[in-house]
């Protein structure tokens, strides 16, 4: 025989709901993040760009199923506690991930700077080196 759903029994139905979006939305944000880690180590900085700026978007859309989230009228039962527990497992992997990709750029800009310092030094050579083998000037008499 049919059970009809209670007032606490949709709520929590459609809290499983937000947390199932959230969790696939966290998915696609932790494959844009190794994404990210890629192209820093090719150093394709437009497609870095682009993938934060994909990321960004994801992270506005969880944050308006958060706000639209309906407070949980009970304790979260074995599935719903197993998407949460996913979650979190999710946002750590993410923030490792992201903490990679922050070294790999710091490491790409400190060699960018020691490529910069080599091609200035190496530009006061060429102009020092230059600057002395040129004759110096003399003025010749031709009067004797």
């Known amino acids: 025989m049919g059970k009809n759903k209670s007032g606490d029994d949709l709520k929590m139905e459609a809290l499983k709901d937000c947390y ?6 966290y998915r696609e944000i932790f494959s844009l993040t190794h994404d990210e880690e890629k192209a820093i180590q090719e150093g394709n900085y437009q497609k ?3 993938l934060t700026q994909q990321k960004d978007k994801i992270i506005q859309k969880i944050e308006k199923i ?12 074995m599935e719903e506690q197993k998407i949460v527990e996913s979650i979190i ?6 923030l490792n991930q992201d903490k990679k990709n922050q070294s790999l750029l710091k490491e790409n800009m400190l ?3 020691q490529d910069l310092q080599k091609i200035n030094k190496t530009r006061l050579l060429q102009k020092i080196y230059k600057g002395s083998s040129e004759p110096a000037a003399r003025f010749l008499d031709q009067k004797k």
Not at 71 to 77: P, T
């Open 20 to 25: 199932q979006k959230q969790l696939d939305f």
């Open 111 to 113: 060699q960018t700077m």
């Open 89 to 94: 497992l999710l946002l750590k992997k993410i």
């Open 48 to 50: 870095l760009i682009l």
């Open 66 to 77: 958060k706000k639209k989230m309906p407070a949980a009228g009970r304790s979260l039962n």
